[in-house]
Structure formats: structure tokens, C-alpha cells
């Protein structure tokens, strides 16, 4: 392992090389990346929204919608086709996603269902199946009916174009490099980058923009429209033209639709108001030119999502394939709509289901938090491990974090994977585990030194040993880590991301520097001692020691003790987690993540924001759940929670923040997150199948490296400190989210990583010693491992508690619970994963299994199960 070989030193030159290249330009000022465009790399790295400010919608495609105007359409064709052929029916009428149609004489039911053959279509994927299924039923009746891939295939084509149209209308605007991308089946995610308007934005993407051109039905009189007598195939709309009734009875039937529009542009009208003009393809001009030449005189309706804009009188047929839509807009209302008439219409309406919104200002603080903090912790690791392993072991260590720390930059940069600000917290943590390789490979060699053997042996047993372990600890981390991925959204990718980068970087310089680094060491200096603590010589080279060199602890004497205590604990966590009963969350401080509702971050340039005149303001608009609590010390800063109303709650948000700007002088709001109760619902899922999967991918994978009963043993320990992190919340109303989902399954994988260690010990020390009782053995292995537990847990949580004072109010609660973890974690590995293995007994003579009373009996030897 300690041989100095070239393809080594190779690759760490080439690989660290390769970090500081790629990770350089995020260390240089602008105009300097501009002077030396072509030598550096381009991509620096790529903030979130939460760092960088801007607009992040989830959007949600109206698939039943696009149904029913799809079945609402087939009615309207099933209605034409049959007059055009002269066939007399009645109906037709609709019931699901079946429309009916009864033909009047008999003999042209055949002939009917032919007419009505080309509205079936064969699906582009599968010519074999159609989209529309036609059969006979009773009484002449003939049956349309939307087959499930029919409407499947309309649906994820509703999206796809969506998506399209998304995106040609946010590029119309100008914002900044946006993320549009699918979630899902029928949802899309729409990050906008420093967007200074967000309620622009969602004005943009959310209008339909679904343009169509429709007869007025003059046989309506406004006595029938009062009365609602409206004959078949006509339907009322309201309408924006002054000049017009409120509503308008227009013709169902559509001459042409914006689909065939090739140029919209703003311009005047005769009265130099703000108008739009319009200009046809060849098919469209084609249509409209017959529909006005055979309309003479009659009115027809420029419908705009369902209203009537304008109805003029045709005079003229109109052949040149141009016309004007005049209305009441302003400059800026015909600009956005000239916008979206060009990109397009939507297939379908988009539901916001959930809005976050950062203040460039609030990111850029968020930004110089995350720089503080991360420079905190590594200076606290730089001294910690200087300090417990002298200079020349500390130091390598150093190099190595460091080294560590260029590597998850660099990959951060060229994937252009998003960092967030859980993300700086991720890469705080990956700072503080890192050194945990380090430990482990440090105290190995300190164990080969006391039994004895010289430096080079020493060092070389000392990597071999530790190297298992350190695989085995961070593939479970990184498990944690791709389940959090998968389940989680938004800032908790980010911080699943960064996480997962860190284990491989973290893995690669803990084993390779380090070992390159020792290597040159030992082959420049031949040494005759390493400088760790000497089993024959008083000196100790690190100045401080957290642990005496060899310990005698009898933790297997208490665990009957701790276990009780364990017990009682876990009772309570789960009473307070689940009192009051009151679902979804029962005794936790759900944030909107989990029960929906709306945070409005505000600041004041006034002054002091009078507390109560924001909680009356709200009041007075009839919310529910209202808080609001001051934010920093300034006293011009305050949080606003409450229930998101029902309907459009992207709408009624916007009118709220309006008028508390209205009644709050200098109001200005720096973040919004707006979480519909569809969305929150599937979070809370998603949080507690996460959870699961994690624990459950732990102990299968124990029971795969060790035996079954240290699979179950893992799986207890995990629960335990789940269970207690909940108690955690519940007991001193922390507020639960995505991001508190997020910091128990990287305390599931930490623990996971210190039970690994404990266990690989066991299962070291039970091939090393045969006979030695199995109570022993876990005394024995807990002691050797203690060491390393401790220095790591000091290490971590050194960093994290520079994080929970510097990180800001966002990551308070994620690092308060992560340093709650790291101790649980602790001492579950030794009081609760490891009596366990007593208890369950493990396999040490072929056919038997050795079981430990953890009274104080005697072991005893049982048939294996």
C-alpha cells in the first residue's frame, strides 16, 4: 500500500492539477476571467436561487382540462361531421370520457359511424392502437370513447409542449441562463435566475394565450342569454369590450385558432390606443378569408382564455390573412401578450403549485454567510487536526482537506450541478467527515505501532485495514445522500449534490494524497519512528490528547441501563411527535413544505415594522394561521406565515403582498415561497418513504458486508436516532421541513458510518481472537474504536457549530439537528447497535450461534437458526 509507484503519483499530480484549473475561475474577479477568456476554464460555479436571488415556479399542467376541451372538441366535430353528410341525430351529449350520439333513421347508422372514422386516430408510438374507440350501442346510438393511451399520449404531449412554450416566452424576456425542465409526469419546474419581476414572470408563463376566432350567434337575444336558453352548439363568454353586453353568445365552432398564426406585433388603432396586429399562414388566411366571405355583415368574436376581446361586423371578406385585435390594453399588457401569442399557446391551463422567491439582496448575504462559514470550519479542522496529530500528520491532513475541498469545487463547476445554500452546508459537512479518513488511517497506524511493528509495516497495515472501513462508511453516506436525491426537491438536491460529490473526493484525497504524501515522507526522511503516540517512550507528539493511549471501558456492564434509558426515550419522542393527533403533523412544527401555506420574508426602509399593524393588516383579509415574528435585530426584518388561500394561490398571494406594501410604508417583500396543499401532501409522503427506503438500504446493506444480525442491529440503532431526532423538533418546536429531512438522513448516514466502524472491529477481532468470549470482544472493539469516534465527532461538530452561529436563521435548525445527530449517532453505535449484536448472537462455529445475557451470565451456545 505505501509503495511510492509512478501511476500514483501520476494521477494525484493530474487530478489536483486538473481541480485547481477547473476551480480557478471562481477565485478571480470578472473582468479578469474576461481578459483571459481561452485559459481558463468557462464554468465557474453555478448558485441556486436561494444565493443568487430570483424566481423558482412549479407548474403544474392541467391535465383534466386539456380533457375535457378535448371531449368538448370531439362533440363539436362529432356534431359537423354528421351535418356535413346529412345525417339526422340527437345529441350529441357527454358522460366521462364518452361522447353519444343517437342517429335518428336506422339505415345511416352504418354510414354515420363511417363519417365519424377519420376523428379516430392511430397513436404515433403504436399504429395498432387508436385514440378514440367507436362502437354501437342500444337504440342506434353510436359511442366515442378516449382510450387511457389516448389520453396518456395527449397528456405527455401537453407537457412537452408546454415546456416548448415555457420556455420561448421566458427567453422573450430576457431573464439570465433558466432552467425549464419536466417533474414528474405533468409538472414543470421553472427556475429564473435574478428575475427582478416574479409576478411578471408568472403573468407570462401562465397565461394561456389560447387565441380563436368563433361566430356570434345573433339568434341569441339578450332576453335568452338572461334566461340561459342557449341552443346546441353555442356557449356564453364574458366579455372585455366595453362596447359589448358582459356576455356574449358566441358559435362554438371555430373558424381559426392562434395555431395558425405566423406574426403578432404591437401597434395602434385608429384612435392611437395600444393595439396588436396579426398576421395568417396560408391555411389560416385560407379559412378566415372564407368564414368573413360568407359572414357579410355578421359578427364574429375575437376570443382571447375565454373571453371575448373584441366583435366586430365582417364588411369585407378579409383574404390578405391580416387583421388588428383592439381592446382596452395598456403598452405593457399588449407587449407581454404580443410575447405569448409568439411563443405560442399552452395546450393546456399551468396551476402554480409552489413559488419561491429570493431578493438579489438576501442572496448575496446569503453568499457571504456561506464564505464565513466555511472558512470557519476549515480553520477549525486545520487547528483540531494539527493540534491532536502534531504537524506533520495534521499537516498532511490539511493538504489533504484542502486538496479535497479544490476536487468538489472543481466538479461542482463542470457539471454546472446547482449550489445551494443546504449545498454550502453539505460542503461544510464533507469538510468535517473528510478528516474521518484521515482518523481512521492515523489510529490504525497507532494500533500497528503499539503491537510492535516497525514504520514501514505500520503504515503499510495501517492503510490496508482502514481502507475497508472507509469504503464501507462512505458508500453508506452516499447511499443516504442518492435517496435524498431521488425524494427530495429543490435546496435539498442541492444539498444531496454536494454531498455526494464530497464522499468521492472525500474518499480519493483521504487515500490517495495521503498515501503519496506519507509515501515521500518515508522514503525522504527514513524515519525511525512514526510521530504518533509510542508505546515504550513517555513523549507524545500531539499537544493535546482527548483520550488516554489505551482504554478499559466496560460499556457492555451498562448497556442493560442504557437501553432502558433508550426506551424511554424513544416512548416520548414519539408522544410528542404525534400529540396533539391532528394530522399531517401532529406535535411537529410543520413549515409549508409539509402543510402548505405561505412565507413572506419582509424588510422595511422606514424604520421599525410595527409588528401588530402587519398582524392586523392580515387579519383583516380574513387568513388563517397567521404568525409573524421579527427577523435579525434591526427591528426592520419580519417573517409571515399563513394559510395559502384557496383557488389561485399564486394570485392571492400576489394581492396580499400588495396590500400589506400598501398599508406597511416602505414594505418590500425579499422572499416568498408560496406550497399548494397538493404539493405539501406529496412532500410529506416523499419525506417518510425517504426515511424508509434509507434505514431499509442500510440494513440490507450491512447484512450483505457482515451477517443478518448486524443488518437488524444497524437497523434499531437508525431507528433510534430517527426517533430521538424527531423528539428533537417536536420537543422544542423547531420547524420540520424539507431541509429537517434532509439533516436526519445525513444523521442516518453518519451514524451509519460510525456503527460500520464499531462493526468492522468486532468482525476483525472475532478472527483474531477465537476464544475470547463475545462480551469481550465488543468491549474490546468499542475501545479501540473510541479514539477515532471521539476525534471525529469533536471535529464535526466544531465545523457545524461555526455553521449553526454564522449560517443565518435558513440553517440554524438544519445544523442544531446535525450536531444533535452526531451525538446520538455516538452513542448508538455504542450503547444501542452494538448490545444488540449480544442479544441476537452471532455466528462464530459452524452450525452455532454465541448469545450474550447482558445480565452478566454466562454466553451460551445455541443451534443456528
Not at 57 to 86: G, H, P
Not at 369 to 388: D, N
Not at 496 to 507: E, K, M, P, R
Request: hydrophobic share 45%; aromatic share 8%; charged share 15%.
Amino acid at each position: 500500500m505505501m509503495e511510492l509507484s509512478r501511476w500514483k503519483i501520476i494521477m494525484v499530480a493530474f487530478v489536483t492539477l486538473a481541480g485547481i484549473y477547473l476551480s480557478l475561475p471562481n477565485f478571480l474577479p470578472q473582468n479578469v476571467r474576461d481578459n483571459l477568456k481561452g485559459f481558463v476554464a468557462p464554468n465557474t460555479l453555478n448558485l441556486g436561487l436561494d444565493l443568487q436571488g430570483g424566481s423558482e415556479l412549479l407548474l403544474e399542467v392541467d391535465t383534466d382540462a386539456l380533457a375535457r376541451e378535448k371531449t368538448q372538441n370531439l362533440t363539436e366535430d362529432v356534431r359537423a361531421r354528421l351535418r356535413d353528410n346529412r345525417i339526422a341525430f340527437s345529441g350529441p351529449s357527454i358522460s366521462g370520457d364518452t361522447v353519444s350520439v343517437r342517429i335518428s333513421d336506422a339505415a345511416q347508422v352504418d354510414a354515420a359511424q363511417k363519417a365519424l372514422a377519420n376523428l379516430s386516430m392511430p397513436l404515433p408510438q403504436n399504429q395498432s392502437v387508436r385514440d378514440v374507440n367507436i362502437t354501437k350501442g342500444p337504440d342506434q346510438t353510436l359511442r366515442l370513447t378516449f382510450t387511457r393511451e389516448g389520453r396518456n399520449f395527449e397528456a405527455a404531449a401537453a407537457v412537452d409542449a408546454s415546456i416548448l412554450v415555457v420556455r420561448k416566452r421566458i427567453d422573450n424576456l430576457g431573464t439570465k441562463e433558466p432552467t425549464i425542465m419536466r417533474q414528474g409526469t405533468n409538472r414543470i419546474v421553472v427556475q429564473a435566475p435574478g428575475e427582478s419581476d416574479p409576478e411578471q414572470l408568472k403573468r407570462v408563463i401562465g397565461t394561456t394565450a389560447k387565441l380563436t376566432f368563433q361566430m356570434v350567434d345573433v339568434t341569441v337575444t339578450p332576453a335568452d342569454i338572461e334566461a340561459r336558453r342557449i341552443p346546441p352548439g353555442t356557449e356564453l363568454l364574458p366579455s372585455m369590450d366595453p362596447n359589448l353586453s358582459s356576455v356574449v353568445a358566441v358559435k362554438k365552432r371555430i373558424i381559426v385558432s392562434g395555431d395558425d398564426l405566423t406574426n403578432a406585433s404591437v401597434s395602434t388603432d385608429e384612435f392611437q390606443k395600444p393595439a396588436i396586429s396579426f398576421s395568417f399562414n396560408s391555411q389560416g388566411a385560407r379559412k378566415f378569408g372564407d368564414a368573413t366571405a360568407a359572414n357579410i355583415g355578421k359578427p364574429f368574436a375575437i376570443i382571447l382564455d375565454g373571453q371575448v376581446v373584441s366583435a366586430p361586423n365582417i364588411r369585407t371578406a378579409i383574404t390578405g390573412g391580416q387583421g388588428q385585435i383592439t381592446g382596452n390594453f395598456t403598452y405593457q399588457e399588449a407587449s407581454e401578450l404580443v410575447n405569448v401569442l409568439k411563443a405560442g399557446a399552452l395546450p393546456a391551463p399551468l396551476n402554480v403549485e409552489q413559488q419561491r422567491t429570493v431578493g438579489a439582496e438576501l442572496g448575496a448575504d446569503s453568499v457571504a454567510k456561506g464564505q464565513i462559514s466555511t472558512v470557519v470550519a476549515f480553520l477549525s479542522v486545520l487547528v483540531f487536526m494539527v493540534l491532536a496529530y502534531g504537524f506533520l500528520f495534521g499537516g498532511i491532513s490539511i493538504v489533504a482537506i484542502l486538496v479535497n475541498l479544490i476536487l468538489l469545487i472543481a466538479a461542482m463547476s463542470l457539471t454546472q450541478a446547482t449550489l445551494t445554500l443546504p449545498g454550502i452546508a453539505g460542503l461544510i459537512l464533507t469538510l468535517a467527515m473528510a478528516v474521518d479518513a484521515n482518523v481512521l488511517i492515523y489510529e490504525r497506524v497507532r494500533d500497528e505501532i503499539r503491537s510492535g511493528r516497525n514504520v514501514i509495516g505500520s503504515l503499510d497495515a495501517g492503510f490496508s485495514r482502514a481502507l475497508e472501513t472507509i469504503i464501507d462508511a462512505n458508500l453508506t453516506t452516499l447511499g443516504a445522500a442518492i435517496i435524498m436525491f431521488f425524494f427530495g426537491a429543490g435546496p435539498v438536491r442541492g444539498f444531496a449534490w454536494t454531498l455526494s460529490i464530497g464522499v468521492l473526493t472525500s474518499v480519493f484525497t483521504a487515500v490517495f494524497i495521503t498515501q503519496v504524501l506519507l509515501a515521500w515522507w518515508y522514503r525522504t526522511k527514513r524515519p525511525k519512528t512514526v510521530p504518533v503516540e509510542h508505546p515504550t517512550e513517555k513523549k507524545a507528539w500531539p499537544l493535546i490528547r482527548l483520550m488516554p493511549q489505551v482504554t478499559n471501558f466496560q460499556f457492555v456492564k451498562y448497556a442493560k441501563a442504557a437501553g432502558a434509558v433508550s426506551a424511554v426515550l424513544c416512548v416520548a419522542s414519539v408522544f410528542f411527535t404525534v400529540y396533539p393527533f391532528t394530522p399531517p403533523c401532529g406535535g411537529l412544527n410543520c413549515g409549508v413544505d409539509f402543510k402548505g401555506g405561505t412565507v413572506l420574508e419582509m424588510r422595511t426602509t422606514s424604520g421599525q415594522i410595527d409588528l401588530g399593524q402587519v398582524r392586523s393588516t392580515l387579519e383583516a383579509l380574513d387568513l388563517h394561521d397567521i404568525q409573524v415574528q421579527a427577523v435579525g435585530s434591526a427591528g426592520n426584518e419580519a417573517s409571515i406565515r399563513f394559510g395559502t388561500p384557496e383557488g389561485n394561490p399564486a394570485a392571492a398571494v400576489d394581492n396580499i403582498k400588495s396590500h400589506v406594501a400598501e398599508q406597511i410604508s416602505g414594505a418590500e417583500f425579499t422572499r416568498t415561497e408560496v406550497v399548494g396543499p397538493k404539493v405539501s401532501g406529496e412532500l410529506m409522503t416523499g419525506g417518510v418513504l425517504a426515511l424508509a427506503c434509507a434505514i431499509l438500504l442500510m440494513m440490507v446493506y450491512i447484512w450483505f458486508r457482515f451477517e443478518w444480525q448486524f443488518g437488524v442491529a444497524t437497523a434499531i440503532g437508525l431507528l433510534h436516532d430517527v426517533l430521538l431526532t424527531f423528539g428533537l423538533f417536536a420537543l422544542f418546536n423547531l420547524e420540520f421541513t424539507l431541509t429537517a429531512v434532509a439533516s436526519i438522513l445525513t444523521i442516518i448516514g453518519y451514524s451509519m458510518n460510525d456503527t460500520i466502524v464499531v462493526f468492522d472491529r468486532v468482525r476483525e477481532n472475532l478472527r483474531k481472537y477465537k476464544k475470547m468470549p463475545l462480551r469481550d470482544i465488543v468491549d474490546l472493539s468499542l475501545n479501540e474504536t473510541l479514539s477515532r469516534t471521539i476525534m471525529t465527532g469533536i471535529t464535526t461538530v466544531g465545523a457545524l457549530l461555526g455553521l449553526a452561529v454564522l449560517g443565518g436563521d435558513v440553517l440554524f435548525v438544519f445544523a442544531v439537528a446535525l450536531i444533535f445527530g452526531v451525538i446520538i449517532g455516538t452513542y448508538s453505535s455504542i450503547y444501542v447497535a452494538a448490545p444488540i449484536i449480544l442479544l441476537w448472537g452471532v455466528n462464530r462455529n459452524p452450525g452455532q450461534v454465541e448469545v450474550v445475557d447482558l445480565g452478566g451470565h454466562k454466553p451460551k451456545n445455541v443451534p443456528r437458526p
